[in-house]
């Protein structure tokens, strides 16, 4: 192998690699020696950072769960809340497009139910947060109900991700970012004003 292997730089190359397997060939026709090969690191090494298959599929999510949470609060910092919600949907929909092989394994692991026995927690933690932080935007905005305004505009962005990911070979994203993004702030103006 040569060399040592940073450990932020052995984690990330581990948790890449899974998200690659697990989406080419299933999360159980993957093992951790596949994993640990595709990373370049040892199995030893492997096991130091994840004791199972099972934590390094929770670790995945725990991820990207992560680096939501650090964009969402980034997006609330100098901001109007109307102009945090216009950045998040960009962050949205800029994640559809560049975290495709992530989404596609998160949509397989919530439709598997073993699987998704394994990341239930992890995922509830993310929808929880989420909600939360798009609830604030809305209360901030003075939209009332702004908790169940909150899941519908989750719910719309959930639907979208699923066409997009699983549904259509060629769907206009674009297209619909500009009019979902629009039709969220009239939402949010609507109800501003009721």
Same mark, same amino acid.
């Given at each position: 192998? *040569?060399?040592?292997?940073?450990?932020?730089? *052995?984690?990330?190359?581990?948790?890449?690699?899974?998200?690659?397997?697990?989406?080419?060939? *299933?999360? @159980?026709?993957?093992?951790?020696?596949?994993? /640990?090969?595709?990373?370049?690191?040892?199995?030893?090494?492997?096991?130091?950072?994840?004791?199972?298959?099972?934590?390094?599929?929770?670790?995945?999510?725990?991820?990207?769960?992560?680096?939501?949470?650090?964009? /969402?609060?980034? $997006? /609330?910092?100098?901001?109007?809340?109307?102009? /945090?919600?216009?950045?998040?949907?960009?962050?949205?929909?800029? @994640?559809?497009?560049?975290?495709?092989?992530?989404?596609?394994? &998160?949509?397989?692991?919530?439709?598997?139910?073993?699987?998704?026995?394994?990341?239930?927690?992890?995922?509830? &933690?993310?929808?929880?947060? !989420?909600?939360?932080?798009?609830?604030?935007?809305?209360?901030?905005?003075?939209?009332?109900?702004?908790?169940?305004?909150?899941?519908?505009?989750?719910?719309?962005?959930? *639907?979208?991700? !699923?066409?997009?990911?699983?549904?259509?070979?060629?769907?206009?994203?674009?297209?619909?970012?500009? &009019?979902?993004?629009?039709?969220?702030?009239? $939402?949010?103006? &609507?109800?501003?004003?009721?």
């Amino acid at each position: 192998m *040569g060399g040592l292997v940073r450990p932020q730089t *052995g984690r990330m190359k581990l948790l890449q690699a899974a998200m690659t397997l697990f989406e080419a060939n *299933g999360y @159980f026709a993957t093992t951790i020696e596949q994993i /640990s090969q595709q990373a370049g690191v040892s199995k030893g090494l492997t096991y130091n950072y994840f004791r199972s298959k099972e934590e390094l599929l929770i670790a995945l999510v725990e991820d990207a769960t992560s680096r939501m949470a650090s964009v /969402s609060s980034e $997006l /609330s910092e100098g901001r109007s809340a109307s102009e /945090s919600v216009a950045s998040f949907l960009n962050v949205f929909f800029t @994640f559809l497009k560049t975290e495709k092989t992530y989404l596609k394994l &998160q949509l397989t692991i919530l439709h598997t139910p073993e699987l998704r026995k394994i990341v239930d927690a992890a995922v509830k &933690q993310r929808a929880e947060m !989420l909600l939360k932080q798009v609830s604030r935007w809305m209360k901030d905005l003075g939209v009332e109900k702004s908790r169940d305004n909150a899941r519908i505009i989750l719910a719309m962005l959930d *639907g979208v991700a !699923l066409h997009y990911l699983s549904i259509y070979d060629k769907y206009p994203l674009d297209a619909v970012q500009k &009019q979902l993004t629009r039709n969220i702030l009239d $939402l949010c103006r &609507q109800h501003k004003d009721e």
